[in-house]
């Protein structure tokens, strides 16, 4: 498989709400998912059209304990998921993964009112940890008490490629988007292989397109400047004009291209807004991109990058 195109996804096209199966997990996702978000209205509202996959975090200040609070009572409707072992910052500043323990997964079921996770990822988790393997055993006693039922790992580029493909690990979650493939040509055709499922973590590219005509300086220090650099590199305005004339058709395009990749199989678009919510159901319901369409948003991607002093790498 290449992980490319979106001839796979005919079922889509159909009824863009219709569950897949998540990997070979067992499980079956929409391909939009909920992103962390603090409006009860959005989850609310995205669950009753049958949205089925909610994203939260240890580290997300009090997130875990706001959805055990909104939630929980509609907890079979859902798969959850959640990670832990985010940095510390070291007293000299650096960062490092946290082990994990036990306690760390009964801590999320409390919060979050359940008695089991459907998933249960380690967070953008250090590379040579990950490897070693201690905190991947205790995801999997964890699995052997029925306190979830899928280990995993949030992260990007190489870090992800290894978790698609170690035993014990059957989800990733990493970034993709129209702005972000790398990890669409790394880590999906190895997560393929290995049946893991595929949540795409910033699947609207933070929105950067709304950054495209600021100056440098008021984005610079924003999450979102690696992605507003890249869609100026990529130029869209040249080859779809028409697909990029709009804040509306941006959002269109950033949506039907995360339904366009084969092998990814969620994407948990974060929003606080209800109005935003309605709108990325309605545009999902339009389906993937044509292949042409998609091919040129690729093709722009790879010429850019080739260009770029910069590595277009997975952002975290
Ligand atoms: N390391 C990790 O594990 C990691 C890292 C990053 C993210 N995540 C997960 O991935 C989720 C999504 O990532 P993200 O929030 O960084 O990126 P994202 O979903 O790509 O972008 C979110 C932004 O898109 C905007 N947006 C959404 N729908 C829109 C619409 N229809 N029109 C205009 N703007 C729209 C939102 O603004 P409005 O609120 O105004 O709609 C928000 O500013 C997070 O919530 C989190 O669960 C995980």
Redesign the pocket.
């Known amino acids: 498989m290449t992980g490319d195109g979106p001839s796979a996804m005919a079922w889509r096209e159909q009824d863009p709400m219709n569950k897949s199966p998540f990997g070979a997990t067992g499980l079956e996702v929409t391909p939009l998912g909920i ?3 603090g409006s009860v209205e959005v989850i609310t509202l995205l669950l009753d059209q049958g949205i089925n996959l909610v ?3 240890q580290c ?1 200040g009090e997130h875990e304990l706001f959805l055990g609070r909104t939630i929980a009572h509609r907890r079979d409707e859902f798969i959850l998921v959640s ?1 832990c072992g985010h940095h510390d910052v070291l007293p000299d500043g650096s960062m490092r993964s946290r082990a994990i323990g036990m306690d760390d997964i009964d801590q999320a079921l409390e919060l979050l009112k359940t008695d089991h996770l459907d998933v249960m ?1 380690l ?2 988790y250090d590379q040579d940890l990950l490897i070693k393997g201690e905190a991947v055993e205790v995801l999997l006693k964890a699995r052997q008490a029925g306190k979830i039922r899928f280990a995993g790992y ?2 990007d580029n190489e870090s992800a490629a290894i978790a698609a493909a170690m035993d014990g690990l059957d989800v990733i ?1 990493t ?1 993709i ?1 129209l702005a972000d493939q790398h990890n669409i040509d790394d880590a999906l055709p190895i997560a393929q292989r290995y049946g893991a499922g595929v949540i795409a ?7 950067a397109w ?1 950054w495209l005509d600021q100056p440098d300086e008021s984005f610079k220090k924003n ?1 979102v400047a690696p992605y507003v650099r890249r869609l100026r590199a990529m130029n869209l305005d040249a080859i779809i004009p028409d697909m990029v004339d709009s ?1 509306e058709s941006w ?1 269109a395009l ?2 039907r291209f995360n339904l366009s990749v084969s092998g990814l199989h969620t994407s ?6 209800p ?3 309605r ?2 159901l309605d ?1 999902a319901a339009q389906g993937p991109l044509p292949d042409s369409v998609y091919e040129a948003i690729r093709q722009a991607f790879r010429s850019a990058a080739s260009n770029s002093d910069e590595p277009w790498k997975g952002e ?1």
């Not at 948990?268 to 807004?273: A, G, L």
């Open positions: 992103g962390a978000t994203d939260t975090a997300y990670k990822l967070h953008s949030s992260g979650e970034s988007n973590k910033r699947p609207v590219a933070n929105a709304g999450k804040p959002i950033a949506v948990i678009i974060s929003t606080s807004d109005g935003h919510a709108l990325n545009i975290n």
